[in-house]
């Protein structure tokens, strides 16, 4: 029998200016498969977006991603990084769309799919992205290298049961 | 200054709004390897849903492609010529695409292989649309990637299955090996 599955966890929107946004207390494989994150960005000026997870700061992230704009596609790779990618931010709004696949397992590393739209700047991206980690995801932050986001942006977090 | 999301999971509610129109039908994690893995009589569901979702973290046992190891899907178990596709992927340094058509499968899913290093899965979601639709040939799409040491990427993919029949089934298989244990494939519906 089919069940309901994609369920909204969380929505939190940023009132005053913020350099980081930290999710904690994150329910475990007992409830929950795959997690999906939607943030909906404006920022003080163009930055690196990235993601943590559990506070692992150590070098334990690689990401990859493919880029096009309106002249020209970039394929880039960073082994070995203390966090990974989910695009940039800018003045002009930005969506992200991350897939935190099997995030409680503990016998995988994390994969983060991620798309990110930036339509107005940066072009528009998709990454894979690899948590070096077999720890179940229980918290994350994610952060800008430089500048803020702005108020108004906003982050939605889904489980989807499987 | 950061702004915290702390606690907002053991609040009131934290269990959420039932998400109805998606909806899980059937998952499999397997416990031991396995070459293919079937979803059958789906066209149970050919007046609830409109769409399917298939989500996979996958590993195979092959060392043919070293560290990574695409995943094929069939539908109705055709394994004629009857699958076409296009890709675009980066692998770190370029971007490109490819396609073609007259395959036996849809490869649609990247994952990652025995020459892996431990514990690396690949990853990828597909969307197979209009499911149940008996007037047109089917499109899947899907975004998939594996990050491994040396062969990395991210890409795209879509696949036309040029058969207008309602899907009743779904093939799910490792194209030069076996799925290794801890591959997870979960199959929902979208109404």
Redo the contacts between chains.
Sequence with gaps: MPTATYIPLATVTVGTSVTSVTFSNIPGIASYRDLVLVSDTVASGNAGYYIQFNGDTGNNYSYLYALGDSSSVLSDVQPNIDSVRMGNTSTARGTHRLNIMDYSATDKHKTILVRSDISNATGTWMFTNRWASTAAVTSFRIFILSNTLSSGTTFSLYGIKG | ??????????AAG????????????E?NILTGNQASIDFSNLGT?SS?YKHLQL?V?GRSTTTFGNENDSFYIRLNADSGSNYSFHQ????????SSAGSTSQTYAALLMMASNGAGA???????VDILDSYSTSKNKTMRS?????V?TQ?????RSSAWLSTASITSITVGSIDGSMVA?T?L?L??VK
């Design positions: 200054m950061t702004l915290s999301a702390l606690g907002i999971f053991s934290a269990g959420g709004v039932a998400g109805g129109t998606y909806e899980l039908i998952s569901y609830t989500r973290t675009l992927f980066g692998n770190g340094s370029s971007v514990s690396i899965f690949g990853a990828g979601v975004f998939t990637g594996v990050y040491n990395r990427f991210a890409m795209i801890g997870r979960s929902y519906g």
